[in-house]
């Protein structure tokens, strides 16, 4: 992967499900918490709504989707937004990894869902750190 | 009567990630389709506008829908106009914070008590709006509201929080060369069928009648329309048996 100067993080906008609040918690962990000067929050509604700035911050940077469901939202929008997906997760996948963190909740997360982000959390700061050319691993809160 | 989605109303929050009152759409939009209003309403991601199908994008014009944004950018609002139909009812929570004398809601995360505030607000005005739409007449064909009040749609007792993926059943038709796309048209046919009903002149006719509860087709165009659909129901109804 090529050096990049900052990564945009993509979650999808999951509303009615577990996996959507899991993929937004994780997003929050790594653009507050673990890398908050060299990650950026994207948010979808802008792309939806065509937003120059937020369009423009997709096509500077390279992005990491970070899907609740096999819709894929997230990696399709940055798709057709012609962004560069640096890497495209789903909280599935990550849970299939972790299947003793089972979520529950969308208003409010379970404890396992919270432990989800967080090891999803951390693949992603591994894909930062990996990116930036940054040594070591990811910063955990 | 062909069993399509029954009456609610839809809930579309921008979710808007990089704002606390982002937060709040998505916890009163919550508070809405789980706790105040259950039965009677279902949602689906913004982004599926874009990132789905047709039966996605028929959304807004199956239900009446109600937009709530957490800035004055009003992505849901003007996304779902965009890529779907103009919503029914709007709601802004900077809006609302203004007109109640709220501090700023704060926490992307874990809201304060301002944004746990407003998050009671917008869910109880939503909740009457649902109400309020509810009792009124909503043309699927135009995607608007009657301008009479009569209400004959029959409501179903079943929770649907999340609509994604599951979308608007369509299907797509060649009218005149043209590539055309018939909201609820597959569940039409498939109660036609189970009716053993077959293609006939009068068939044609009863499903007519129910193709344009749900789509928007004038007059001068029915004729170029029928053809179209006998055709492709003289196909569904070879595939799936007599």
């Known amino acids: ?141 | 009567m062909p069993e399509l989605p029954p009456k609610k109303v839809g809930i579309v929050t921008c979710s808007g990630e990089e704002l606390p009152e982002g937060t709040v759409t998505r916890l009163a939009a919550l508070r809405v389709l789980e706790q105040l209003r259950p039965k009677e309403t279902v949602t689906i991601c913004l982004p599926l506008f874009l990132a789905g199908g047709e039966g996605d994008r028929a959304f807004a014009k199956f239900y009446p829908t109600i937009a709530i944004d957490g800035c004055e950018k009003r992505c849901a609002y003007y996304g779902t106009a965009k890529h779907s139909n103009e919503p029914a009812a709007s709601l802004i929570i900077t809006d609302l914070v203004k007109k109640h004398g709220l501090a700023k809601p704060e926490g992307l995360r874990k809201l304060n008590e301002s944004g746990r505030q407003v998050v009671e607000i917008a869910a109880n005005e939503m909740a009457a709006q649902v109400d309020s739409l509810l009792g009124k007449s909503w043309n699927r064909s135009k995607g608007q509201l009657d301008q009479s009040n009569d209400n004959d749609q029959v409501e179903e007792a079943t929770a649907i929080t999340c609509s994604c993926g599951s979308g608007i059943p369509i299907q797509k038709v060649v009218i005149k060369g043209q590539e055309i796309t018939f909201i609820g048209l597959p569940l039409i046919f498939a109660t036609f069928q189970e009716q053993k009903k077959e293609p006939s002149d009068k068939t044609l006719d009863e499903i007519m009648e129910m193709v344009k509860i749900y789509n928007r087709i004038e007059p001068i165009d029915e004729p170029d329309v029928r053809p179209g659909i006998q055709k492709e129901y003289e196909e569904y109804f070879r595939k799936n048996g007599k």
């Open chain 1, 1 to 141: 992967m090529s050096k990049a100067e900052k990564i945009n993080i993509v979650p999808c906008s999951g509303i009615g499900k577990a996996f959507g609040s899991v993929s937004r918690l994780a997003a929050y962990y790594i653009t507050e918490d673990d890398h908050p000067s060299d990650s950026k929050l994207v948010p979808l509604a802008l792309l939806v709504l065509g937003d120059k700035d937020t369009n423009e911050t997709v096509l500077a940077n390279p992005s990491i989707t970070i899907d609740g469901c096999k819709l894929q939202c997230a990696r399709k929008m940055i798709g057709e937004c012609g962004g560069h997906i640096a890497k495209d997760l789903v909280v599935l996948d990550v849970y299939r990894e972790h299947p003793d963190m089972k979520p529950s909740g969308v208003a409010e997360l379970n404890e396992a869902g919270e432990k989800l982000a967080r090891a999803l959390a951390d693949k992603v700061d591994s894909i930062i750190d990996q990116s930036l050319g940054k040594n070591g691993g990811s910063k955990n809160a």
